[in-house]
């Protein structure tokens, strides 16, 4: 899932001054599974805003809502008097929900509540990590599924380099190498010998480097 | 037998023109049902006196407790809010005052942020036994609520 932080308060509160009607939208998807941007989320958030308000005595009305993913248009739209109606969004989506608002509603401000940060995996509640870098081109199939283009700092293709002590990275001691990792789970599987195997200079076009991405795919277009 | 009628209680600031009621804060107790409401029933069977500024909320469990409900609590016009969980290690449901703990940690710190004061708002870990550390946590945060003054969200204050 994409793994998301909500930002700073004071951040929040800066960006959203002086718009009088403020929706807070939440998504129900990543943003509520990183406990960022679900409906709890949006209602804390929400309240937080009111209370600030009240404070500095800025007039206006903070409105709540939620809907399943922010980043497909169908959701978007079932949402769209609630919008009409307010004079700015906070979305608690990720970066890619926050631009669909902002093209499904044109003339309306759009503010990101959350900072997207990594695709990653829940480790365990409240712990998150990276796990893909969304290089366009997987292979998991030779690294005995572990990746080294998320998980290694240098992203390294054929093996650990001269920093890997006792498992770790060299960056911190908090760091799995994950050249440590490949080798042993290859061992336990006993495929080491699939290391044999040179990888080739990476192709990163698929990766961004070539441009902005996009995905067309004629069988299920209308 | 003599009637008695309830005085509010009053303050005289500089002379008989001028009598002020005083400030007599909105405390929520949000008390699990297992350790601080019985607490709170066993102060009432010791006539145990404190302040009639608290409401009680019983909650099956701190762990129940979302920082929303305490938000929603100062956004509704409570002066200060409690929070009574079990003591350490004795919780019913492992550790869900443990995760009230956090959450009020968290909770405080946004309402820092947002200029109401986040000594309105404390955990405390009353055992069932403990008549006394409710009475205490009650004055504790009238004192704290009377310092601080109003809540200024309180619109329908009465």
Redesign the interface.
Known sequence: MIVLEQKK??EI?KMTTGYNRLLVLGCETCAAMSFAGGQ?QV??LA??I???R???GEQGEVLEEAIARQCEPEFVDLIKDEVSGCDAVLSLACGAGVQMLAERFQDKVVLPGCNTTFLGVTEELGVWSERCAGCGNCILDKTAGLCPIARCSKQLLNGPCGGSMNGKCEISKDVDCVWQLIIDRLTRLNRLEMLEEIFPVKDWSPAGHGGPRKMVREDLKS | MEQQTAQPEMTVIGGVDEIVEEFQPKIEAMICTYCTYAAADLAGSQRLQYPPTVKIVKYPCTGRISVAHILKAFELGADAVLVGGCEVGTCHFIEGNLRATERVAYAKKLLEETGLGGDRLEMFYISASDSHGFVNAVNEMTDRAKKMGPNFLGQARG
């Open positions: 308060f004071q509160e709890r209602a804390e309240s937080a009111r209370v600030a009240k404070t500095t």
